[in-house]
C-alpha cells in the first residue's frame, strides 16, 4: 500500500516538476526572443536614414555645441541635465587617464596638469548615439521611446511614465529625467529643425565644424563620405548597440 | 457545476471583459500608426520652435558684415554661435537685441593655449601674457581677424 | 534655489573621479529596492505553502493559510512603491493598455495581475468558501454581507463541493508554482538582461534574485508563525517551526552558493569593469554589502541554523533563536536588494568615477515613505487574520 502511495507521489512530483518546468521554459522565451528581433534587426535601406559623424582631430573642445543644444531644445540650464556634452581626455606620462567635462563643458575648458606629465590629450564630444539596436528602446515598458524609420530616436513626453529604465539601459549615459516635465528626455537630433531641412543646432554652431549629420543611405553626403575616407569607431562596439555615431581618430581610452 | 463556481466564471467573465474595454478606450488614437509608439508624437516633435535660426536669416539685414566674414578666418562661423540664438531678435529687430560678447574669457574659449585642441584645428595664444591690458577686439576685428 | 538642485549640487561635490554628466542623480532610489524586497516576500511565502500544498509536507500544515495571506497581503502593496516612484504616476496604466513586449518592465503587468494575483486568490477562495459559508451564517450585520459577498453568494456547505473546492484548489496551485517563480525572476531579469551595467547584468541574477526571494519569504513566514502564535498566547508547534527553519537553511545554502558564484566568477574573469567594481564593494558598498547583507545577513543565520540541524537547545531558547535568525535573514535580504539597485548606480558607467546616494528622511522617496509601504502590508495582514481567521477554519484535509 505505502508503495504504491510513494510511487504517486513520485509521479505527481514529477509531473508537478514537469508542468512548472515546461511552463517556465515556455513563458520565459517570450521577451527574450523579442530581444533577438532587435537584435537582428536590418538597417533601412530605404528613405533617408540618419547618422552623426564626429572628428576628433577638429573639436577644440569650445563648448558652444553643449551650449546651443540647451538653448535649442529648453534644456534646464544646471549641470546634471545634458543632451550633449563634451569631455576632454588627458593620457599621463604614467599611464593614467583623466577624463573631466566641468558644466557639460559649456564654459571651455582648463588643463590642471602640467604640460611635461602630459601624454595624450583631446576633447570628445558626446551626444545620444541614436542606436538602432537601441537597449534603451527595448526596455520602455510602454511604448514611449522609439526610432522613426529615418533612424532617429525620440521619447514621446506625452506617453513616458517616466519609470527611468531606459536612462539605466542607455550604455553611453544620454538620457536624463528633466526635472520639471518628469519625463526622460535626451537628443533628438533637432528633429523640428530637421523636419524643416535645417540642420541641428550643434552641427551648424560648430566652429571647426567637426560634427555633421545626415543620409547614411546617400553614398555622396558628406556623412558617407566621412566614413568611407575615414578611419571610424562607435563607442563600446562589443555592447552591440547598432550606434550611428561615427567618430574619426577615436582613441581606445574613450569610455 | 455548483452554483459558486458558475458566479465565480461569471465574475471572472466579467473582469476580463472589463479590461478589454478598458484597454480598447484608453489606447490613444495613433498608438501602432507606425510601431510601438503613439504615431502622432513625432508630428509634436516636428513642431517644436526653432530657436538658432541660421546664417541665412541674418544676411537680410546684416549683408556687409556677413560679406566682409565670409572672406575672413572665421568664414565657417555661424553668427549665433557668438551672438546666441537669433529667433526673438528675427521676431522683433528693434526691441529684441543679441548680445556683442567682447571679454578675453569668450574668445579664449576657443582660442586660449589647451594642449587638448589641435594646433592644426586653430590658433591659439596664451590669452593670460598676450596683452592681458585690453580685449581681444581691439585688435583684432572678430567679423575679419 | 530649487531644493531638489540643492542635493544635486551637494552630490556634484562629492563625485569621485570620472561620471557622464547626467549620473549624478540616481534614477532608482529606496523605492526601487523595496519593490524586489515585497515581491520576494510574495514569491517565498507563496513558494512555502506550495510545497506544504503540492509536495504534501504534512509538518507545514499549520502555516499554510498564514503564508498564502501573507503573500496576499503583499502583493497588494507590492505595487505601491513602483507608481509612487515613477515621474507620471497617473499613466502607471499605460503598462497595462500598451506593454511593450521587449521590455521585462511590460511584462510586469501580465505576471502581476493575471498571474499571480489571480491564482493568489483563486487559491484563498477555494480554500476559505465552505469557512466562508459558515461564518456568514453566524455573524452579524456588515461582517455578514462581506462573507456573503466574498462567497458569491454561496449556501452550499455539501461534502461533494468541498472535495471539488480542494481539487480546483490543487490545480490551481501546481497552475501558480510558475507564477511564484516567474514573478521574482522578472525582477532579477529586470536587472540582469541590461548589458549597459555590469554590476546588474549576470545570467544569474533572475536565479540569485528567486532564491533570495524565497530565502526572505520562508523567513518572514517563520517569524510571522512565532509573533502569531506568541500574540494568541498559544503553543507553538515545534516540529513545523524547526521544519521552517530547515528548508530556510537549505534554501540560504543554495542562495549563498549562487551569489558566491557570481561575484567569484566575476573576480577571476576580470573584465573591463572589474577595477571599478572592486572599489565599489571595497568602498561605498563595504558596510551595506560585507557586513550587512553577507555577515549579519547570510553568514551568521548560516552557522547558526547549520548548528541548531546537529544540537537542539530547548524549546524556548530554539524559537527565540528562530525569530532572531529570522529578523536578521529579512535584514541580510533587504539589504541585498540595496546593494543590487543602489550599488549598480553608484559607479559611473564610463567606469571611471562615483556618485554619491544620499536618503533622505522625508519626501516622495525618502525613509518615511519606504517605511510606510513596509508597515501597511502588516495591517492588512492583521485585517485578513481578522477576517478569515485560520484557526476557526474547519480542518480540511488536502
Known amino acids: ?255 | 457545476m455548483p452554483l459558486h463556481l458558475k458566479r465565480l466564471f461569471m465574475t471572472g467573465v466579467v473582469f476580463v471583459s472589463l479590461f478589454f474595454l478598458l484597454k480598447h478606450a484608453l489606447t490613444p488614437d495613433s498608438f501602432g500608426q507606425y510601431g510601438h509608439y503613439r504615431g502622432n508624437s513625432m508630428a509634436e516633435i516636428a513642431a517644436l520652435p526653432v530657436h538658432y535660426t541660421g546664417n541665412s536669416s541674418c544676411v537680410s539685414c546684416h549683408d556687409t558684415i556677413i560679406t566682409m566674414k565670409s572672406e575672413s578666418y572665421h568664414s565657417d562661423l555661424s553668427c549665433e554661435g557668438c551672438h546666441g540664438a537669433a529667433y526673438k531678435h528675427i521676431a522683433s529687430p528693434k526691441t529684441e537685441k543679441l548680445m556683442k560678447p567682447d571679454s578675453r574669457e569668450f574668445c579664449g574659449k576657443c582660442h586660449s593655449i589647451n594642449l587638448a585642441r589641435p594646433e592644426k584645428a586653430i590658433v591659439q595664444v596664451n590669452i593670460k601674457d598676450h596683452h592681458p591690458e585690453k580685449n581681444c577686439i581691439k585688435c583684432h576685428n572678430p567679423h575679419q581677424p | 534655489m530649487n531644493p531638489e538642485f540643492e542635493q544635486l549640487y551637494q552630490a556634484l561635490s562629492k563625485v569621485d573621479g570620472y561620471i557622464y554628466p547626467n549620473e549624478i542623480e540616481l534614477s532608482w532610489s529606496i523605492l526601487i529596492v523595496l519593490y524586489p524586497f515585497i515581491t520576494g516576500l510574495v514569491a517565498g511565502a507563496f513558494i512555502l505553502a506550495s510545497l506544504e500544498r503540492v509536495f504534501n509536507v504534512k509538518s507545514l500544515k499549520p502555516t499554510y493559510v498564514i503564508a498564502l495571506l501573507t503573500s496576499f497581503a503583499f502583493l497588494l502593496v507590492a505595487t505601491m512603491p513602483l507608481i509612487f516612484h515613477l515621474g507620471q504616476p497617473l499613466r502607471a496604466w499605460e503598462i497595462m493598455i500598451t506593454p511593450h513586449l521587449t521590455s521585462a518592465m511590460a511584462i510586469f503587468g501580465f505576471v502581476y495581475l493575471w498571474y499571480l494575483m489571480i491564482v493568489l486568490v483563486l487559491e484563498i477562495w477555494f480554500d476559505y468558501r465552505y469557512d466562508l459559508v459558515i461564518w456568514a451564517r453566524a455573524a452579524t450585520g456588515l461582517k455578514k454581507w462581506l462573507y456573503i459577498a466574498l462567497s458569491l453568494g454561496s449556501d452550499d456547505t455539501s461534502a461533494k463541493s468541498v472535495k471539488l473546492d480542494q481539487k480546483l484548489g490543487y490545480i490551481v496551485t501546481v497552475i501558480g508554482i510558475p507564477s511564484a517563480f516567474l514573478l521574482h525572476g522578472y525582477v532579477g531579469f529586470i536587472f540582469g538582461s541590461i548589458k549597459a551595467n555590469p554590476w546588474w547584468s549576470t545570467v544569474m541574477m533572475p536565479i540569485i534574485f528567486l532564491f533570495s526571494a524565497m530565502v526572505s519569504g520562508i523567513a518572514l513566514v517563520m517569524v510571522l508563525f512565532i509573533v502569531i502564535n506568541h500574540i494568541r498566547k498559544q503553543k507553538i508547534d515545534m516540529l513545523c517551526l524547526d521544519t521552517i527553519a530547515k528548508y530556510l537553511f537549505y534554501i540560504i545554502i543554495i542562495d549563498f552558493t549562487m551569489e558566491s558564484l557570481d561575484q567569484i566568477h566575476r573576480f577571476y574573469e576580470a573584465e573591463e569593469s572589474f577595477e571599478i567594481i572592486s572599489l565599489l564593494i571595497s568602498g561605498h558598498l563595504n558596510f551595506t554589502l560585507l557586513i550587512m547583507q553577507i555577515g549579519i545577513g547570510m553568514l551568521l543565520p548560516l552557522f547558526t541554523l547549520g548548528f541548531l540541524q546537529f544540537y537542539k537547545p530547548k524549546e524556548t531558547l530554539r524559537k527565540n533563536i528562530y525569530l532572531v535568525t529570522g529578523i536578521l535573514v529579512l535584514i541580510g535580504i533587504f539589504f541585498m536588494r540595496w546593494n543590487v539597485v543602489i550599488g549598480g548606480q553608484l559607479f559611473s558607467k564610463s567606469f571611471l568615477g562615483f556618485t554619491s546616494f544620499k536618503l533622505s528622511l522625508i519626501g516622495p522617496e525618502g525613509f518615511l515613505m519606504a517605511s510606510i509601504w513596509l508597515i501597511v502590508p502588516f495591517f492588512i495582514l492583521a485585517f485578513l487574520l481578522w477576517l478569515f481567521p485560520p484557526w476557526k477554519k474547519t480542518p480540511a484535509e488536502h
Open chain 1, 1 to 255: 500500500m505505502t508503495e504504491k502511495k510513494t510511487s504517486l507521489s513520485r509521479r505527481n512530483f514529477f509531473k508537478n516538476a514537469g508542468i512548472a518546468a515546461g511552463t517556465l521554459v515556455a513563458v520565459s522565451t517570450l521577451p527574450a526572443f523579442d530581444a533577438v528581433l532587435v537584435a537582428a534587426v536590418k538597417r533601412n535601406t530605404k528613405g533617408p536614414w540618419y547618422g552623426i559623424a564626429i572628428d576628433i582631430e577638429k573639436c577644440i573642445g569650445c563648448g558652444t555645441c553643449a551650449k546651443t543644444c540647451k538653448i535649442e531644445n529648453n534644456v534646464p540650464q544646471e549641470p546634471f541635465f545634458f543632451r550633449s556634452w563634451v569631455e576632454q581626455y588627458t593620457i599621463k606620462k604614467d599611464g593614467t587617464l583623466k577624463v573631466v567635462s566641468p558644466n557639460g563643458g559649456i564654459d571651455g575648458f582648463t588643463q590642471s596638469i602640467p604640460a611635461e606629465e602630459i601624454e595624450k590629450t583631446f576633447f570628445v564630444p558626446k551626444m545620444c548615439n541614436h542606436c538602432y539596436k537601441s537597449p534603451c528602446i527595448q526596455v520602455c515598458p510602454v511604448g514611449a521611446t522609439y526610432e522613426t524609420d529615418e533612424g532617429i530616436v525620440l521619447v514621446d513626453e506625452k506617453y513616458c511614465i517616466g519609470c527611468k529604465y531606459c536612462i539605466q539601459a542607455c550604455p553611453y549615459g544620454c538620457r536624463y529625467f528633466h526635472p520639471e516635465k518628469h519625463v526622460v528626455d535626451k537628443c533628438t537630433l533637432c528633429f523640428h529643425r530637421i523636419k524643416k531641412g535645417l540642420n541641428p543646432a550643434c552641427m551648424d554652431n560648430c566652429p571647426t565644424k567637426a560634427r555633421i549629420s545626415g543620409d547614411l543611405n546617400d553614398p555622396e553626403s558628406a556623412i558617407s563620405k566621412f566614413i568611407r575616407t575615414k578611419n571610424v569607431y562607435v563607442l563600446k562596439p562589443h555592447l552591440n548597440t547598432g550606434s550611428k555615431l561615427y567618430y574619426n581618430a577615436l582613441n581606445q581610452e574613450v569610455r
